[in-house]
């Protein structure tokens, strides 16, 4: 089944603990991309990757990381987790090129204490 | 700048009546056009896409869209609303003259279904 995972799907932690949120999807895509939810303010872009060790920042990726080492992981890591970090999140992957419909993961709920 | 503006952000109707989302986009270029769907709790389901075919975009679930350049639009319709469309819908730009496959939301429009 062609699907995009995201783990774990719920996390609370406290602020400054490293922690990191994977993402992989098993449809060969080579764009994949992170979006943070908050309410009154849709989805927006942290981070996004065209392939394989080529990553570029979104809207706001301020206290964010990613890496791009292999073509079905794109893992989102927080090296010191903050309060205004507490979201939910969506890892996205879709074919390159700007048309293409991008599939979601399932969303990780994030609580920053 | 690209942006996408969502009129609404709460809707109620009443079951089996029409439902109507609005949606204005900005854009340089030819866009293409998306709209989402989020149930309670859930992750996001593409409901249909437009991508400078057929200017009325037919997606699941009874829904459609039409594409009207001359007034920025793309709004979502359904004749008949049932209860399990009840869910927060979110219009999406993928703005033109670019490689990036970047989606840009707008703030969502959260639907009611009162029976």
């Known amino acids: 089944e062609a699907q995009v995972t995201q783990n774990p799907r719920y996390l609370i932690t406290v602020t400054g603990k490293k922690l990191t949120v994977t993402c992989s999807q098993n449809?060969?895509?080579?764009?994949m991309s992170w979006y943070r939810q908050d309410p009154g303010l849709g989805l927006r872009q942290i981070y996004y990757?065209?392939?394989?060790?080529?990553?570029d920042k979104g809207d706001v990726p301020e206290g964010y990381k990613v890496s791009r080492k292999e073509k079905r992981n794109f893992p989102l890591i927080l090296e010191s987790p903050s309060p205004n970090q507490t979201s939910l999140y969506f890892c996205?992957?879709?074919?390159?090129?700007?048309?293409?419909?991008?599939?979601f993961g399932p969303g990780t709920r994030l609580l920053v204490l | 700048a690209q942006s996408v503006t969502q009129l609404d952000s709460h809707v109620s109707v009443s079951e089996g009546t029409p439902v109507l989302l609005r949606c204005n986009y900005s854009s340089s270029y030819s866009p293409s056009l998306f709209w989402y769907v989020q149930h309670p709790n859930k992750g996001l389901q593409l409901l249909l896409k437009y991508t400078s075919a057929a200017t009325l975009v037919k997606g699941i679930n009874g829904f459609e869209a039409e594409f009207k350049k001359s007034e920025t639009s793309f709004h979502l319709t359904k004749p008949s609303a049932h209860m399990s469309d009840a869910a927060e819908y979110f219009c999406?730009?993928?703005?033109?003259?670019?490689?990036?496959?970047?989606?840009?939301f707008g703030t969502g429009t959260l639907l009611a279904v009162q029976p």
């Open positions: 449809m060969n895509h080579e764009y």
């Open positions: 996205a992957s879709s074919f390159q090129g700007r048309r293409e419909t991008q599939y």
């Open positions: 999406v730009v993928i703005p033109g003259g670019g490689a990036t496959n970047k989606l840009i």
């Open positions: 990757s065209m392939n394989v060790e080529v990553t």
